[in-house]
């Protein structure tokens, strides 16, 4: 093997066939299917010459530029020699194909240069899906086979110190760019590696950006940065792909630089724009089962490190109970996700997770924590037409008997869906004045006269 990864493909030796069996005839493949297996095929064949013909002990003491010119002459021979029909625009994009293949991420690499890419889904060696403007889509990318992948997958987790295996086939990582990776391989993943990538934006979606794109009114927007401003502490809440880091990403704007952060998460990924930004990530157990490193042990070390506020970038276990010790403890205006359906579910779910730990809590201890430390729950969703958009901004009042009480102030009704499929509706105030709203005012932020009354329709 390498040092970039790649072994040369061995043919096996063919075992003794078994009785034929009456099988489906595959379907055959497209004239642009057919194309890219013939340039996988060549890519690979080039690639495996490549290695064979490259002093890499010399490579290693190259710069990455003076590399790329002396591995694209080297292909240049190979594919005179071979005598491929390729023009020089066809040639330098197939060179660019296999130096990818020897130092990025093989033939997802065009992919995760695509700025319109927000998903990359690989379900085995011949299906790849991306997801554009929230609509799924066949990518025409294929793998040579499931090994090809596996040797991917291997060179993703290996950046960042993490291994997958037949011992330990799931595991959580991150490329160098922070996009999320998520992998499964046997004997988890029976057809082939299961990989899932959720792309790092190059360039962090503000809250203006957010306003721009529909996803929340400016009068809305202003209300929950302003509250962010003033510390109040701000659950959001969503499923899978909903835009709940996103969010996160742009509230975190509304920081003042001059605050000390520390943000906790199990792949890192949150781009927050404050100077002042420590950042730490779990670690998993090494091959011996030891060494690893959860949520909450970073929760409660974050404690010993003077925050200003601790950001979350997902609370899903027995963390939530040390993640509503900090809000309540000075540390308030701290920041999490959350997967739930709705604000009510979102505070169903912290009480489950705060039970997790196993404490002796009485369950009204527990509502008690939660509706003294948390201000806000911000539900974001993805709606059938693929868009992202906040449908609802709910209240922590506090509590009424052994009930936390939560008052929504906006939420998005939906009216109807146009021809195209888009989601029509608008944002209304419930005209119910928050509670939290005389703190903004005592820390000088003011709401216009009139922005809950429920005549409005944003």
Same mark, same amino acid.
């Given at each position: 093997?390498?040092?970039?990864?790649?072994?040369?493909?061995?043919?096996?030796?063919?075992?003794?066939?078994?009785?034929?069996?009456?099988?489906?005839?595959?379907?055959?493949?497209? /004239?642009?299917?057919?194309?890219?297996?013939?340039?996988?095929?060549?890519?690979?064949?080039?690639?495996?010459?490549?290695?064979?013909?490259?002093?890499?002990?010399?490579?290693?003491?190259?710069?990455?530029?003076?590399?790329?010119?002396?591995?694209?002459?080297?292909?240049?021979?190979?594919?005179?020699?071979?005598?491929?029909?390729?023009?020089?625009?066809?040639?330098?994009?197939?060179?660019?194909?296999?130096?990818?293949?020897?130092?990025?991420?093989?033939?997802?690499?065009?992919?995760?240069?695509?700025?319109?890419?927000?998903?990359?889904?690989?379900?085995?060696?011949?299906?790849?899906?991306?997801?554009?403007?929230?609509?799924?889509?066949?990518?025409?990318?294929?793998?040579?086979?499931?090994?090809?992948?596996?040797?991917?997958?291997?060179?993703?987790?290996?950046?960042?110190?993490?291994?997958?295996?037949?011992?330990?086939?799931?595991?959580?990582?991150?490329?160098?760019?922070?996009?999320?990776?998520?992998?499964?391989?046997?004997?988890?993943?029976?057809?082939?590696?299961?990989?899932?990538?959720?792309?790092?934006?190059?360039?962090?979606?503000?809250?203006?950006?957010?306003?721009?794109?529909?996803?929340?009114?400016?009068?809305?927007?202003?209300?929950?940065?302003?509250?962010?401003?003033?510390?109040?502490?701000?659950?959001?809440?969503?499923?899978?792909?909903?835009?709940?880091?996103?969010?996160?990403?742009?509230?975190?704007?509304?920081?003042?630089?001059?605050?000390?952060?520390?943000?906790?998460?199990?792949?890192?990924?949150?781009?927050?724009?404050?100077?002042?930004?420590?950042?730490?990530?779990?670690?998993?157990?090494?091959?011996?089962?030891?060494?690893?490193?959860?949520?909450?042990?970073?929760?409660?070390?974050?404690?010993?490190?003077?925050?200003?506020?601790?950001?979350?970038?997902?609370?899903?276990?027995?963390?939530?109970?040390?993640?509503?010790?900090?809000?309540?403890?000075?540390?308030?205006?701290?920041?999490?996700?959350?997967?739930?359906?709705?604000?009510?579910?979102?505070?169903?779910?912290?009480?489950?997770?705060?039970?997790?730990?196993?404490?002796?809590?009485?369950?009204?201890?527990?509502?008690?924590?939660?509706?003294?430390?948390?201000?806000?729950?911000?539900?974001?969703?993805?709606?059938?037409?693929?868009?992202?958009?906040?449908?609802?901004?709910?209240?922590?009042?506090?509590?009424?008997?052994?009930?936390?009480?939560?008052?929504?102030?906006? /939420?998005?009704?939906?009216?109807?869906?146009?021809?195209?499929?888009?989601?029509?509706?608008?944002?209304?105030?419930?005209?119910?004045?928050?509670?939290?709203?005389?703190?903004?005012?005592?820390?000088?932020?003011?709401?216009?006269?009139?922005?809950?009354?429920?005549?409005?329709?944003?």
């Amino acid at each position: 093997m390498s040092r970039f990864g790649f072994t040369p493909a061995v043919k096996p030796v063919p075992a003794a066939a078994p009785a034929p069996q009456p099988v489906a005839a595959p379907a055959p493949r497209t /004239k642009a299917e057919t194309a890219a297996f013939d340039l996988l095929d060549a890519k690979l064949r080039v690639h495996a010459k490549l290695i064979d013909e490259l002093d890499l002990s010399a490579l290693d003491k190259l710069d990455d530029e003076t590399m790329r010119r002396r591995v694209r002459a080297i292909i240049g021979e190979i594919i005179r020699k071979d005598e491929m029909a390729l023009s020089s625009a066809e040639e330098a994009s197939f060179a660019d194909a296999v130096m990818d293949e020897m130092t990025g991420l093989g033939p997802i690499e065009p992919l995760l240069k695509d700025d319109s890419i927000a998903d990359i889904l690989i379900n085995g060696c011949n299906q790849v899906y991306v997801e554009r403007h929230g609509k799924l889509q066949l990518a025409p990318v294929r793998f040579a086979d499931n090994d090809h992948l596996l040797r991917i997958v291997q060179r993703i987790v290996a950046a960042v110190g993490r291994r997958v295996d037949e011992s330990q086939p799931l595991v959580d990582a991150r490329l160098l760019d922070g996009s999320r990776v998520n992998a499964a391989v046997l004997p988890i993943a029976i057809d082939g590696p299961l990989v899932s990538i959720r792309k790092f934006s190059k360039s962090p979606l503000t809250m203006d950006k957010l306003v721009e794109f529909g996803a929340i009114p400016r009068p809305v927007a202003d209300f929950i940065l302003g509250a962010v401003k003033c510390r109040a502490s701000t659950v959001i809440s969503g499923g899978t792909g909903s835009g709940k880091t996103t969010l996160l990403n742009a509230l975190s704007s509304a920081i003042s630089p001059d605050e000390r952060l520390i943000t906790i998460e199990d792949a890192a990924e949150l781009q927050l724009q404050q100077p002042h930004v420590a950042r730490m990530e779990t670690r998993p157990p090494n091959i011996e089962g030891k060494g690893e490193i959860r949520q909450r042990e970073l929760v409660k070390n974050a404690l010993r490190m003077r925050p200003d506020r601790v950001i979350l970038g997902e609370v899903r276990s027995e963390e939530a109970f040390d993640m509503l010790q900090a809000m309540n403890t000075g540390h308030e205006g701290s920041m999490a996700t959350i997967h739930a359906n709705n604000p009510r579910d979102a505070l169903t779910r912290l009480e489950q997770m705060v039970m997790m730990g196993g404490m002796k809590i009485s369950e009204e201890a527990i509502r008690g924590q939660i509706a003294s430390a948390v201000n806000f729950i911000v539900q974001a969703t993805r709606l059938s037409d693929g868009s992202r958009k906040v449908v609802s901004i709910a209240e922590i009042t506090g509590m009424e008997g052994s009930v936390v009480q939560l008052q929504e102030i906006f /939420k998005f009704e939906r009216t109807g869906t146009a021809d195209n499929g888009k989601v029509q509706g608008h944002f209304v105030a419930s005209g119910l004045r928050p509670k939290f709203l005389d703190e903004m005012e005592r820390r000088g932020v003011f709401m216009p006269a009139g922005l809950f009354d429920p005549s409005n329709r944003f």
